[in-house]
């Protein structure tokens, strides 16, 4: 039996000329759905808490940078999960490549905010930075738990 007459699937269905659905997209696609879901309630309660921490210590200026830190936080978090399904279908080895280098430019982002609203009174800088830190650590664990229960193979068959 030639290629030819091998009718080729897609996530559509059976195609003539239609793309063979990639194995590796599915599961990074997949992934990202899981952590988002594992992490959005945790990542809020995390951003609620540093929220109200900093108000009852600080005031005002407490609560402004505990959301401003937090939002950013969540913001950048969010990113990561775009990156992982928009790159999902790429080589596993890109997808390797775009991963650290997201995660480089998170952080890069982070130092960034943390300079520029570091120095406004308006903004109390501790608790910019430990909520966000806080939530960017938060996240981070519900992803790892999230990726523990998925069960998604290290190895992809026929890739």
């Known amino acids: 039996m030639s290629d030819e007459a091998t009718p080729k699937t897609t996530a559509d269905g059976p195609g003539e000329d239609a793309e063979p659905v990639n194995p590796h997209a599915e599961i990074v696609r997949n992934l990202a759905s899981a952590m988002l879901r594992t992490a959005v309630w945790p990542g809020v309660a995390t ?3 540093g929220a109200i921490v900093a108000t009852v210590l600080v005031g005002v200026s407490g609560l402004v940078g505990a959301l401003i830190g937090g939002v950013v936080a969540f913001a950048s978090s969010l990113l990561t999960i775009w990156l992982m399904r928009t ?3 790429l080589n596993p080895q890109f997808v390797m490549v775009a991963a650290l280098g997201g995660y480089v430019g998170k952080m890069i982002v982070l ?3 943390m300079t ?3 120095g406004i009174d308006a903004i109390h800088r501790e608790s910019l930075a430990f909520t966000m830190l ?6 981070a664990g519900a992803e790892v738990v999230a990726f ?6 290290t190895i992809v068959p026929g890739s």
């Not at 806080?134 to 996240?139: D, R, S």
């Open 47 to 49: 951003v609620v808490i």
């Open 87 to 89: 790159t999902g279908g």
């Open 111 to 113: 130092l960034v905010v």
């Open 116 to 118: 520029l609203l570091g």
């Open 134 to 139: 806080a939530t960017v650590m938060v996240w």
């Open 148 to 153: 523990k229960r998925a069960k998604i193979p």
